[in-house]
């Protein structure tokens, strides 16, 4: 079964440093989106991402934050200038279309560390 | 803007018993969905069911099934048979039609499932 792919599994990065997550959605899927679970928390949506801009964000994703398709298949979220709270786990899901019967398929994340 | 309410952090249930998690949620919007996540310990995100607002009958996927209730704004997950597996955390969440872009999920705090044997 197709699925969504995180890379790194874990990233432990020191505070004030650039960090880049990156994903790979479902290949026919056209709606991508990143959200943050800090530890023991309820799981946080950042931002959605059609047609190579962004469709919707929240008010966690701030200028901090950016995302891009630089390819075909990858999806990314760069976060500037870390923060000791923006530990947390981040994943990336994906979705055929916007609509709200479409379920939001996970990949299993990756889990950011700053020092 | 829409919110997710579990109001059980923790629950224990002996194998093969069913279980019910409880989901309420509230929105002004007509059109909306309804799903449920698992995550295991090991962290990842798994899909499970989804019940749409224009749903007239209860979703079910295997032994999972949605026990919706719309004009309670509830939607609770009820799974049977449990298994030592179906141990952990689990998740409800919705996401609305705004008629604009994409919008993202609103999940609950979520429920900690412990089977036991």
């Known amino acids: 079964e197709p699925e969504v792919t995180q890379t790194p599994s874990h990233q432990v990065t020191q505070m004030g440093q650039e960090v880049i997550l990156r994903c790979v959605p479902i290949s026919n899927h056209l709606y991508f989106y990143w959200y943050r679970q800090i530890l023991g928390q309820k799981v946080e949506f950042l931002v959605s991402f059609y047609n190579n801009e962004i469709s919707e964000k929240s008010e966690i994703f701030d200028d901090q934050f950016s995302v891009e398709r630089p390819d075909g298949s990858n999806f990314t979220l760069k976060i500037r200038s870390t923060k000791l709270e923006d530990s947390a786990m981040y994943f990336c899901a994906s979705s055929v279309t916007g609509y709200s019967n479409q379920p939001q398929h996970f990949g299993d994340g990756t889990r950011l560390s700053i020092l | ?117």
């Open chain 2, 1 to 117: 803007a829409q919110k997710i309410t579990q109001t059980q952090p923790g629950m224990f249930v002996q194998e093969k018993e069913a279980v019910t998690l409880d989901c309420t949620y509230d929105t002004s919007d007509q059109s909306y969905g309804l799903f449920w996540y698992k995550q295991p310990s090991s962290g990842e995100m798994i899909f499970l069911i989804y019940q749409g607002s224009y749903d007239e009958q209860n979703a079910t996927e295997g032994r999972y099934s949605l026990n919706f209730q719309k004009a309670r704004k509830s939607a609770n997950l009820v799974i049977s048979a449990s298994q030592l597996g179906d141990s952990a955390m689990y998740f409800c969440a919705m996401r609305v039609d705004s008629g604009g872009g994409a919008d993202g999920l609103t999940f609950g705090k979520g429920t900690h499932l412990i089977i036991q044997p």
